[in-house]
């Protein structure tokens, strides 16, 4: 064998070569995982068979390498062969994916039904076509090392150089990619740039290291291979190694909000730490065994320190790092170990571990971290980098000590080991911590929380908030989710079917009116699903109960792609536009695809938090949905949470709301919707608006997606100015009716003003006051006149059932519950408009009456947070006191606690 060095300007060109190489690997790994996520859309199984398909063709490559190296044509050559494929390739494919698109659409075509995101069908026509689209450039990169090391002559501590600056180049392609090319210039050109440093290192490689093996090398590679056990070793670790990518990733998603940008730094941290690994390699201290088992023990330090100081923080990313520069130091190491030909070892050892990340990346996206959650996950981890140690050890005494630690992780995983909920209940969007935890899983996609607040059972996705659930007995109020499915069935009364876009809380289900026969609801999240399902019992209403509601498990794009399924109404509410399952819901090809899947006078609704993003972002989209509507309205029902519906045909909410208000007004009422009114202050920017807001303005696209990178939490925030500014429609312009003022204020909007009372609610006001409730109930018909769009209603109400209250004690038993549920219909109607102390005591006496212990402490909490905000006076005492004592009573529950905790505080 010929073991002639190359010269060092030679050897720089090959280390410039691999650290090119690395980065274009990394741009297109982020940039093709984002436009098969285009094509087949964002579910699970699409993601792995990315990430599996793009890694097995790595193992592929090193191990095709292997059986490469001795062929006659010089290695530099080849290795300009392998560069000059790979920039082929990627310029050519960004033009091939509609066509992929367009064979898996043909292939999974499921006509009139909407599909879920399961089966072995859908499987293996992803794999395949994955496959076909990726394999061939990624096997090339994947023999780029082993041949670059032969073409150099390289000893194994070139293999561990080449290999850092490699693993160099991927995190800098990674944060590249993540923060500037993605971003602004978009996938199409960063794939093209991508293909520009694979053509930068094939002109080197051609100019430098083509000629430095003219003898077709012949005889070299004819040593040893590496014994089996290195190779099990090394797929163990690739096996470990990759679950913990993984798990990390899944972990700090966290406090970073799950952002794209926070993603590609986490893996450029993680690229970085192995390429440190590799220049320590260099030196030849350690062995693999030391390395993987300092891996294993750095990442568990790490995770204890993350339970231990509760860090919410982004620095608690660095957890991760120490444990990736120790793996690092593992690949190198097992080349060293295998003597012989460095470039047959490198691209044996190559392969194994790469086909164990194989494994590990679907081991933990598919079952560690659902079965075993974070911390089971971590050790089954560590376990694997205990065996890998073992097998890897040159002798007895050693591999037995590792045995013992593997030993010691299957007693940990067994005895169990906490979840770090410090780090997952921080979220950046929604801090609030308090209540109750009902439930903690760790899913697929996302990792789900349920907690029981003092306003509601909030429900969130990786720390962000989805959704505020009202439990049974909370006073009613308005809430914008309830208008999602409202507003476009008012203005389609004919609608029969309707299409959700995302699970939820299930709150926006809660309202749909009786004349939709049909509602199909798409959610990506399992374990979304399963949390609505265990909080059934604890809401008003149950919309999994409602017999018309299809679920459907999988990624929007993927379902409508696949059928041709058409409905009257689409809402799409994506809860946080950075976020990988929404961002692809905010572009013109997304809202084209939804356009096509509407019938005749179809209507298409969109939430949209506008907190999130900045006017120029607003006017993007609504610019990308007036692109494919002739129609588009926005309505603001609270503060920035807006609801965009867009048609080809006329949209009248307030038409479809006189013609069948009447035969549903208990269902729009619980929405929050009174009268026809309350579609002219909510209404933001009407048709002509939105037309002048959007002129020049770009348009929002799957090749360049503005919303996914350009928001974020804490970024890109719109304040009320900006907001009204750009809509011309403040708050005080909506303004145009005493009834609108009172909306807006009780939508936070407005300050609440009170108004003169007319001279029926004056009389009357002096006849309760005055205890003459005989005479409150002889103008109990006047007072019922009273609509919810004039002032005064809830006064009205009040005394309609204070006059009710003083009389239910005088009549019969079987009389009183009518009445008391009469008179709670009177007070809740009231609370809809304006929630004040004197309703809640009314509705916390009819809870008595009634025996409705669940409604009784609801009341009584939201009365304590009422006086709480307010300034307490002798009579709230008095109240506060009353209630105590009716709690007292009940049962002991966490809500009665709760509320006891809350009244104490009030005097």
Not at 177 to 187: R, S, T
Request: net charge neutral; hydrophobic share 50%; glycine share 8%.
């Amino acid at each position: 064998m010929n073991t002639e060095r190359l010269p060092s300007l030679k050897r720089t060109i090959a280390a410039i070569c691999m650290l090119l190489s690395g980065m274009a690997a990394l741009v297109y790994q982020i940039v093709w995982t984002h436009q098969m996520s285009v094509a087949i859309g964002t579910a699970q199984s699409a993601v792995a068979i990315m990430l599996a398909s793009f890694l097995g063709g790595l193992a592929l490559g090193g191990w095709i390498a292997a059986r490469w190296l001795n062929s006659s044509l010089d290695a530099g050559k080849r290795y300009v062969l392998l560069e000059l494929f790979i920039a082929l390739w990627a310029i050519a494919l960004p033009f091939v994916f509609p066509a992929l698109q367009t064979l898996a659409i043909s292939l999974l075509a499921s006509g009139s039904l909407l599909p879920p995101d399961a089966g072995l069908p859908q499987f293996g026509v992803y794999l395949i076509i994955v496959m076909v689209a990726f394999a061939p450039p990624t096997i090339a990169m994947g023999a780029t090392l082993p041949i670059l090391v032969r073409a150099v002559r390289g000893e194994t501590e070139d293999v561990a150089g080449l290999y850092a600056l490699n693993t160099f180049g991927a995190a800098a392609g990674a944060v590249l990619a993540g923060f500037l090319l993605v971003p602004y210039i978009g996938l199409t050109a960063a794939s093209q740039l991508g293909a520009v440093a694979n053509l930068a290192a094939a002109a080197l490689a051609w100019r430098h290291l083509r000629a430095n093996s003219q003898n077709a090398e012949c005889g070299e590679g004819s040593g040893p291979r590496p014994v089996p056990r290195l190779l099990i070793a090394a797929g163990l670790a690739g096996i470990a190694t990759f679950a913990l990518e993984v798990f990390w990733t899944r972990l700090l998603a966290i406090p970073f909000g799950g952002t794209t940008q926070g993603f590609a730094f986490m893996l450029g941290l993680w690229l970085a730490g192995l390429a440190l690994g590799g220049i320590f390699a260099a030196r030849k201290t350690g062995s693999a065994a030391i390395a993987l088992t300092a891996g294993a023990v750095l990442s568990v330090l790490g995770y204890i320190a993350i339970l231990v100081t509760g860090a919410a923080a982004k620095t608690a990313v660095l957890a991760l790092f120490p444990g990736a520069v120790a793996f690092g130091m593992a690949y190198p190491r097992f080349v060293d170990a295998a003597g012989g030909d460095p470039a047959r070892s490198a691209a044996l050892i190559y392969a194994s571990n790469t086909a164990g990340a194989v494994v590990g990346s679907m081991l933990a996206g598919h079952y560690l971290l659902e079965s075993f959650g974070f911390g089971g996950t971590l050790l089954v981890a560590a376990l694997l980098l205990f065996l890998a140690a073992a097998a890897a050890s040159p002798n007895m005494k050693a591999a037995s000590g590792f045995a013992g630690c593997a030993l010691a992780s299957i007693g940990a995983l067994l005895l169990g080991i906490p979840e770090p909920y410090s780090l997952l209940k921080n979220g950046v969007v929604d801090s609030d911590t308090s209540g109750e935890l009902l439930s903690l899983s760790v899913g697929r996609v996302a990792t789900v929380e349920v907690r029981d607040r003092d306003d509601g059972i909030v429900v969130r996705s990786d720390g962000l908030p989805e959704a505020l659930v009202p439990r049974a007995g909370m006073p009613p109020s308005l809430n914008d989710q309830h208008w999602l499915t409202v507003l476009p069935a008012l203005a389609r009364t004919e609608a029969r079917s309707m299409m959700v876009i995302g699970l939820g809380g299930g709150v926006s289900l809660e309202t749909v009116p009786s004349w939709v026969r049909r509602i199909d609801v798409v959610e990506i999240e399992q374990r979304i699903i399963e949390a609505n399902r265990n909080i059934a019992s604890q809401r008003e209403v149950n919309p999994l109960a409602d017999s018309r509601i299809t679920l459907v498990h999988n990624d929007a794009r993927n379902s409508m792609l696949r059928t041709r399924k058409s409905y009257d109404i689409i809402v799409s509410q994506p809860s946080h536009p950075w976020t990988a399952g929404s961002a692809s819901l905010y572009t013109q090809q997304f809202v084209a695809l939804a356009k096509s899947r509407l019938a005749d006078r179809g209507v298409f609704v969109q939430w949209m938090n506008a907190s999130f993003v900045d006017p120029h972002l607003m006017r993007s989209f609504l610019a990308t949905v007036a692109s494919e509507f002739k129609v588009v309205r926005v309505y603001e029902p609270v503060p920035f949470n807006l609801i965009i519906i867009a048609s080809d045909a006329p949209i009248s909410p307030e038409s479809g709301f006189v013609r069948v208000g009447s035969t549903s007004s208990k269902l729009f009422k619980r929405a929050g919707i009174l009268s026809a009114q309350d579609f002219a202050w909510s209404l933001l920017l009407d048709e002509h608006s939105v037309r002048q807001l959007i002129k020049g303005v770009e348009l929002i696209g799957d090749d360049r997606n503005s919303m996914a990178f350009e928001t974020g939490p804490g970024r890109g925030i719109m304040t009320r100015t900006a907001l009204d500014a750009i809509t011309k429609r403040p708050a005080e312009v909506r303004a145009d009716s005493a009834y609108s003022s009172l909306r807006l204020a009780q939508a936070g909007l407005l300050p609440f003003s009170r108004t003169t009372e007319n001279s029926l609610l004056a009389a009357a006001r002096q006849k309760g006051t005055a205890g003459d409730y005989a005479a409150l109930a002889a103008m109990d018909e006047n007072l019922a006149s009273l609509i919810p769009t004039e002032p005064g209603y809830a006064s009205a109400n009040h005394l309609r059932a204070a006059w009710r209250l003083e009389r239910i004690g005088s009549l019969r038993p079987d009389l009183r519950g009518d009445m008391s549920r009469e008179a709670l219909d009177i007070v809740d109607a009231a609370l809809s408009v304006e929630t004040t102390t004197d309703l809640l005591i009314q509705r916390a006496t009819l809870a008595q009456l009634i025996g409705d212990d669940a409604m009784l402490a609801e009341t009584a909490l939201v009365f304590a947070h009422v006086v709480r905000q307010g300034s307490s006076s002798e009579i709230e005492t008095r109240r506060s006191q009353a209630l105590i004592a009716a709690l007292q009573r009940l049962p002991s529950t966490v809500i009665q606690r709760r509320a006891l905790s809350a009244l104490a505080g009030t005097y």
